[in-house]
Nanobody, 119 residues
Framework: QVHLVESGGGLVQPGGSLKLSCAAS?????????MGWYRQVPGKERELVAT???????NYADFVKDRFGISRDYAKNAVYLQMTTLEPEDTAVYYC????????????WGQGTQVTVSS
């Protein structure tokens, strides 16, 4: 069992910034192959925001456009998403994801944190 707990969402004005955090805990997994973020707008499919493979380079969706930065704290099994220059189109529920070394393509999902960009 893996638990992913997100925090840091909220309401921000256009052009503002937010930092999302996610902490992973598990009785059976001590480290994760990949951690990252997806987002979902009501009525649309979940879409990739950013992922970071252990020892690799960040992978960003095109719409990030150098506005977001993903980072990991490997000792804490945590992943962060620093979001800047937020736009109303970034309004969504943001989900933390993680996959183990044993099953690299199977994501565990957090429950999500709401980000609303509005004036």
């Amino acid at each position: 069992q893996v638990h992913l707990v997100e925090s840091g969402g909220g309401l921000v004005q256009p052009g503002g910034s937010l930092k999302l955090s996610c902490a992973a805990s598990s009785d059976s997994i001590s480290s994760f192959y990949v951690m990252g973020w997806y987002r979902q707008v009501p009525g649309k499919e979940r879409e990739l925001v950013a992922t970071l493979i252990t020892g690799g380079s960040p992978n960003y969706a095109d719409f990030v456009k150098d506005r977001f930065g993903i980072s990991r704290d490997y000792a804490k099994n945590a992943v962060y998403l620093q979001m800047t220059t937020l736009e109303p189109e970034d309004t969504a529920v943001y989900y933390c994801v993680a996959a183990s070394w044993v099953s690299k393509a199977d994501f565990y999902w957090g429950q999500g944190t709401q980000v609303t960009v509005s004036s």
